[in-house]
């Protein structure tokens, strides 16, 4: 498998996933190759599961790593059950609703029993959505990157759907490929466990979709970015507004010097 290579980290630099005990999907978006063969830097942007359930050593790791932002795309109720606060680091609820698991319940309400295929066209649906719906939630996102290149976690509860969108395009806008970008999130299911008791009102086929990532959801937002909006450039200029200018200071602020 050629991407394999994608998932260890080069000789001698950083890990890509980092020892915390109270998230499980925490890691570093550094060292894929970007615009002109520069890498992204590393430790500078990272992708996690939700952080209420860091230990003070996980704190302590998150310290020595500089974050100093973090970007929490949780809806209101899921943040409210999950709150925290962090020494140090500044926070910014870019709230995305409805989550996937809003909408799941809402379908089986209606007494229908969901399959395995539900659940893919409900997560294919969710990431459409994220493309028009949740637009200005990821314009802010690329605001706060232009306007600081402190160290930043983007999350969401489990650090898959909503922030696995927002990695993409951070990744792609910084000139990653689109299949080293496909490899990076799929990276979820090797890392991501499912906290106990979670969602047992469903059948567990539906679960294993719901709680883990296909290449399936990504394709379907990113084909919707290429069919309805004219692709990734026209996207962001017109979409997201972050136009040439600002494509090449993100480049400037985290790929490594040529």
Not at 15 to 28: I, K, Q, W
Not at 173 to 185: A, E, F, K, N
Not at 209 to 225: G, I, N, P, T
Request: proline share 5%.
């Amino acid at each position: 498998m050629p991407l394999q290579q994608h998932h260890h980290t080069p000789s001698g630099g950083p890990s890509r996933t980092l020892p915390f005990a109270g998230v499980t999907n925490f890691r570093d978006l550094g060292g894929y190759t970007g615009h002109g063969g520069r890498q992204v830097q590393w430790r500078r942007l990272f992708r996690s599961d939700h952080l209420a359930g860091l230990t003070a050593q996980d704190q302590a790791l998150l310290a020595n790593l500089g974050v100093a932002r973090a970007v929490d795309f949780r809806g209101r109720a899921e943040s409210a059950a999950n709150a925290y606060t962090l020494p140090g680091v500044a926070y910014h609820p870019l709230a995305i609703e409805p989550t996937v698991v809003q909408r799941a319940l809402e379908l089986q309400r209606t007494g229908r029993q969901l399959t395995a295929q539900d659940a893919v066209a409900l997560m294919q649906e969710t990431y459409r959505g994220f493309v028009h719906d949740n637009a200005p939630r990821f314009a802010e996102l690329f605001r706060l990157l232009l306007a600081s290149d402190a160290p930043t976690v983007i999350h969401c509860t489990a650090g898959k759907d909503r922030t696995g969108f927002a990695a993409a395009l951070i990744l792609l806008t910084l000139g990653v490929p689109r299949d080293v970008v496909m490899h990076d999130y799929l990276l979820t299911n090797a890392l991501y466990q499912r906290p106990p008791g979670m969602g047992s009102h469903a059948p567990e086929e539906v679960l294993r979709v719901l709680w883990r990532v296909q290449e399936d959801f990504l394709d379907a937002a990113l084909h919707k970015v290429d069919t309805e909006f004219g692709g990734l450039q026209a996207y962001l200029v017109d979409v997201l507004g972050v136009n040439a200018a600002a494509q090449r200071e993100l480049a400037m602020r985290y790929l490594q010097a040529a």
